[in-house]
């Protein structure tokens, strides 16, 4: 079923637009919103940190669409939050030649943001003396494969 409506006019609707990818205003707002979810924050707001870890078996097949980087530990203000720091560290499509499936961005493909695949747990409560983001843990960039070969 189309979302797509008209009214009035007798014009045909193809339901298409002239915008190209990522100049619309949606997309580039969707772009902005992306590299604020990573940023360190003011660093005076109270932070909670959290260990993000595996908790699906490694021949889960979750893993293949969404690789493992191992514990993380973050700074964050909820577990929520713990888990899109720990996905903005990883590489986006829209920085390689790849493209999504479903969707603008690849951050929600994030292992981080499965709870299959990774539990949350807060260590710390309240710290104001940490910057938001990830304290300890390796997060590869590369889990975008491009679709051209090097």
């Known amino acids: 079923m189309s979302n797509v409506s008209k009214a009035g006019g007798s014009d045909y609707n ?15 707002a969707q772009i902005l919103d992306a590299a604020a979810e990573g940023t360190k924050g003011n660093g005076s707001e109270p932070l909670s940190v959290y260990r993000l870890e595996p908790i699906a078996a490694a021949d889960d097949p979750r893993w293949a669409n969404s690789p493992g980087h191992g514990v993380v ?9 713990a888990r899109i720091v720990a996905a903005s560290r990883e590489l986006d499509f829209m920085e390689v030649d790849a ?24 260590i710390e409560r309240g710290r104001t003396d940490i910057p938001r983001g ?4 390796t997060i590869s960039v590369d889990t975008i494969r491009p679709v051209q070969p090097d």
């Open 73 to 81: 530990i973050v700074a964050a203000r909820t577990a929520g939050d």
């Open 134 to 137: 990830v304290i300890e843990g």
């Open 14 to 28: 193809n339901a298409t637009t002239r915008n190209t990818f990522g100049a619309s205003v949606e997309s580039q």
């Open 99 to 122: 493209a999504p499936a479903e969707d603008v961005t690849t951050a929600n493909a994030s292992a981080f943001r499965d709870d299959k695949l990774y539990t949350v747990v807060e």
